[in-house]
């Protein structure tokens, strides 16, 4: 056992329906087996425990580990591809890249960057947009296996409008997709995620596959992209004879409370109760957004129809790994959409960036929150003294403060520390990869 003593902040309640953040300042976690056992003021835990080692990370804050519900693992090394919008972007910048990732030893690179760059942001969990490629994401899955990271995702599946080299056939994709499912499902730390890049460029039988591969593999998720773009809204509608853009998804059965759609920032008010009823949750990606100029999400319309909604990077057209920038993007979104938006405190943001994801994973009983119970994962925020950071820490007003300056000025070099299970995976510049 470990005993942790730290300055801990988590949100155990939404920030959305009336929870606070949580602080203790003094706290003491004990750790047994990679799950929290005790949780108390550090002078109460330390007489019951007397013998068992304390790791004091008293300087800084301890926050539970990143969830980032939409990230694309091939497109880590094409990140910052600034001045397109999104189908131009998908053009000239992803799918070139995605193609590349049919030669596995090029995969295996990629896939070791990608999970780099989470483990650098302090992101512990993900639902990680996949490739093209079954043997891609055969890499992906052996990378995040190796380091020990909480990972769900899984073959992406096209049969049109793409380049012929990422286009696949509904059977081949039901084949590979099991098959797959079939070597990884529950394996470790790693689940299997239905992945249909987007109805732009999936005819009717493929997605009908997608709804053949989730029966045949229990406790698969799904996961795709909706009402993104407007230019690409009225594709789809186009495609799918005037069809609403969830309802592709929704009418062969693919929604569920197992499933995340990433973007919807141009919803019917139809769709969103469609998605409270069905349970789905949404992956927030506000640097995406802004950077493919994609729209304002509106927040507030989701939180009032009742749909869960979590953030995501969505890296590479997202500018970077980090939660706390899609935190912080997430409130200017907001601020920008003045009485149509909604006001975000530095809880929110903490709630989105760990307890919400976990939440629209299906994992709230085991990660996201510092709790007796639950995993522990964990990072630790340790500025460089003198930065920017470390000052506004030493000098915020109350908890709440200095969860803001953490938004506000926090970047991945901030990340001094992060476990999962317990397993220390990364302290500072150093980094852990575990060995099966
Ligand atoms: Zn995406």
């Known amino acids: 056992m470990t005993l942790f003593r730290a300055s801990v902040l988590d949100t155990p309640a939404s920030p959305f329906t009336g929870g606070r953040l949580r602080s203790d300042e003094d ?14 003021p550090f002078e109460t835990l330390r007489p019951a425990h007397p013998d068992e080692p304390v790791l004091d990370l008293r300087e800084g804050v301890l926050l539970p580990g990143m969830v980032d519900t939409h990230v694309h693992f091939p497109q880590v090394r094409i990140i910052g591809g600034l001045g397109l919008p999104l189908l131009d972007w998908l053009d000239q910048c992803a799918l070139p890249e995605e193609m590349r990732l049919a030669d596995v030893d090029h995969a295996r690179g990629v896939a070791h960057d990608f999970v780099a760059g989470l483990v650098d942001a302090g992101t512990t969990t993900a639902l990680v947009f996949g490739a093209h490629f079954a043997g891609a994401v055969d890499a992906m899955f052996e990378a995040a296996d190796q380091w020990g990271l909480r990972v769900t995702t899984g073959l992406v599946t096209s049969d049109r409008l793409l380049p012929e080299s990422l286009l696949t056939t509904p059977e081949r994709a039901r084949v ?3 098959e797959l499912a079939g070597r990884w499902h529950g394996k470790g730390r790693l689940r299997y995620a239905v992945t249909p890049r987007f109805s732009l460029s999936a005819s009717d039988a493929l997605l009908e596959s997608c709804a053949q591969t989730l029966a045949e593999v229990p406790g698969a998720f799904f996961t795709s992209h909706v009402n993104e773009n407007v230019h690409e809204i009225r594709e789809v509608a186009s495609l799918f004879d005037g069809e609403a853009y969830v309802d592709t998804y929704d009418r062969r059965g693919l929604l569920t409370p197992r499933s995340v759609l990433a973007h919807d920032v141009h919803p019917t008010d139809r769709e969103l109760a469609t998605l409270a009823a069905r349970g789905t949750a949404v992956a927030h990606c506000p640097t995406s957004n802004a950077a493919l100029g994609s729209g304002l999400f509106p927040l507030r319309r989701h939180v009032e129809a009742g749909v869960r909604v979590a953030l995501g990077s969505d890296v590479g057209a997202g500018t970077g790994f980090s939660l706390f920038k899609e935190g912080l993007q997430a409130y200017f979104a907001q601020q920008l959409l003045g009485e149509q938006g909604m006001p975000l405190t530095s809880a929110h943001l903490l709630w989105l960036s760990t307890a919400a994801g976990a939440d629209a994973l299906g994992m709230a009983d085991e990660v996201g929150v510092l709790s007796v119970g639950r ?4 990072i630790w925020v340790l500025p460089e003294p003198g930065d920017p ?14 969860l803001s300056k953490v938004f506000a000025l926090g970047t991945s070099s901030d990340v001094g520390g992060v476990w999962v299970g317990g397993d220390q995976i990364a302290a500072g510049r150093w980094r852990r990869p575990r060995h099966r």
């Not at 995993?375 to 964990?378: E, H, P, R, T």
């Not at 950071?389 to 200095?402: F, H, K, R």
């Open 27 to 40: 706290c003491g976690l004990l750790v047994e087996q990679g799950v929290i056992v005790a949780r108390g």
């Open 176 to 178: 590979e997709s099991c």
């Open 375 to 378: 995993q522990f994962d964990a």
């Open 389 to 402: 950071l470390a000052v506004g820490l030493a000098n915020a007003a109350s908890a709440d403060d200095a």
